[in-house]
């Protein structure tokens, strides 16, 4: 029986996790559930943040579809509770191999490659989101993944 992967892709805004998901995707024959998408389509752009329990449900439902397939969830899990959260749908729907996928990228980078692209994040969420990751991932390998990849 094959094992069923998920990849849980780690980074905050502006570190190349959807353009690194495009490539695993690709690579790995998987669906991308990405929290970006499902907000433009539930509020009519990306940028809006919404009522999350509406935008998990989505996220829940097409985890659920996409059952026996490999899945990657582009968002940004920069958080040990937002992570835990994830593993626990994942496990839910019988994913048996989990991945963390860390985006390690610099402040600057992030910056920059936001104030490039045709959606913004605002700075000050940037700026707390790298921290937040930062502080996370000083635990992140006590965490329920089954493996970690780190791309820098």
């Known amino acids: ?3 069923l992967t998920a990849y849980v ?3 905050p805004p502006g570190s190349g996790k959807s353009t ?7 690579t790995e024959n998987a669906v991308i559930v990405s929290g970006d998408d499902i907000r ?7 940028r809006i943040q919404g009522d999350w ?8 439902t097409r985890v659920s579809e996409s059952c026996g397939m490999s899945v990657i969830l582009d968002g940004t899990h920069c958080r040990e509770d937002y992570r835990a959260e994830a593993i626990a749908l994942l496990k839910s729907y019988g ?3 989990i991945e963390a996928v860390v985006l390690e990228t610099s402040l600057p980078n992030c910056l ?3 104030a490039n692209r045709e959606r913004n994040v605002p700075e000050h969420v940037i700026e707390q989101m790298h921290s937040d990751l930062q502080q996370s ?3 992140i390998m006590g965490e329920s993944f089954d493996r970690f990849t780190f791309v820098y």
């Open 95 to 97: 994913y048996d191999r």
């Open 112 to 114: 920059e490659r936001n």
């Open 137 to 139: 991932l000083k635990t």
């Open 20 to 26: 690194y998901a495009a490539k695993l995707a690709e």
């Open 9 to 11: 892709l780690v980074g």
């Open 53 to 60: 329990s509406e935008i998990w449900d989505e996220i829940d």
């Open 40 to 46: 433009a389509e539930l509020y009519g752009d990306s």
């Open 1 to 3: 029986m094959n094992q």
